[in-house]
């Protein structure tokens, strides 16, 4: 208990799905949490879950003025910065072949170009308070081929490589701010159950699968939460893989 008691963490996208599970056991643990979300029904919902260590914020991430207000307010309510989980994203079916340039961009400036601007705007935060940790949500995609998800591949991609640039600058600079990326497989949340249909999958159906390739959205949270407490201060720049061995199966 108490593994991140007293740190302050924006979780973006954390009005359902994983952003929403971050949340709720960063909360558990002793953070006090910024959710954001263009939700702002489900993400108020979140906040007043948790009580008065939660403030949403409604935040389109790819918009470099919302970032500016997040990060303003964050400092304002509760005073510093020391967790930001970049965790919205969007998902888009496409081929090489069949994705649009319209599509293409969308993606990344959603996925890529959000991202980008809150480690910038966070670093800003953590450096002039000791230090901090981000936590970028990528993709297996962005480590191996998905070809019937060509735009979402390479923004999660850029994430990962990205991460790598920003944890090595932080560490050259002596801000003692970590960076590191999460990649899941699929997660069982309404983000993938809608490329399925739009149908509720029972978790516990999947687990009854040894080869199964999607978790439950705590099991990714699990790794976040690691990731931002001070049990994980030596791991910087890291690719961690969620994906019951997927990428390195071969099928």
């Not at 960076?179 to 069982?188: A, E, L, M, R, W």
């Not at 699990?222 to 001070?230: H, W």
Request: charged share 20%; hydrophobic share 45%; with cysteine.
């Amino acid at each position: 208990m108490n593994r991140v008691q007293g740190k302050v963490c924006i979780v973006t996208g954390a009005a359902s799905g994983v952003g929403r599970e971050d949340a709720l056991l960063l909360a558990s643990e002793g953070a006090k949490v910024v959710i954001t979300d263009l939700n702002e029904e489900a993400g108020r919902q979140v906040a007043a879950e948790i009580g008065a260590n939660a403030l949403f914020i409604r935040q389109d991430i790819a918009s470099e003025a919302d970032w500016q207000h997040v990060i303003k307010l964050t400092l304002e309510t509760f005073g510093r910065l020391d967790v930001l989980v970049n965790n919205a994203a969007i998902l888009a079916l496409g081929s090489i072949e069949d994705t649009s340039l319209e599509l293409w961009q969308k993606v990344q400036r959603i996925n890529a170009d959000g991202y980008f601007l809150g480690c910038k705007y966070a670093i800003g935060a953590m450096k002039d308070s000791g230090g901090g940790s981000i936590v970028n949500m990528s993709s297996v995609a962005a480590l191996g081929g998905m070809p019937a998800f060509c735009a979402y591949s390479a923004s999660k991609g850029a994430v990962a490589a990205m991460t790598r640039s920003i944890a090595l600058h932080c560490k050259q600079q002596g801000y003692r701010i970590r960076v590191n990326s999460v990649h899941p497989d699929g997660i069982n949340t309404p983000m993938t159950q809608a490329l399925a249909g739009g149908q509720p999958i029972p978790q516990e159906a999947l687990d009854a699968d040894p080869m199964n390739r999607m978790c439950a959205p705590r099991e990714v949270s699990n790794v976040v939460l690691f990731l931002a407490s001070d049990e994980s201060r030596f791991i910087n720049g890291a690719e961690i893989r969620v994906d019951n061995a997927q990428l390195i199966s071969g099928i």
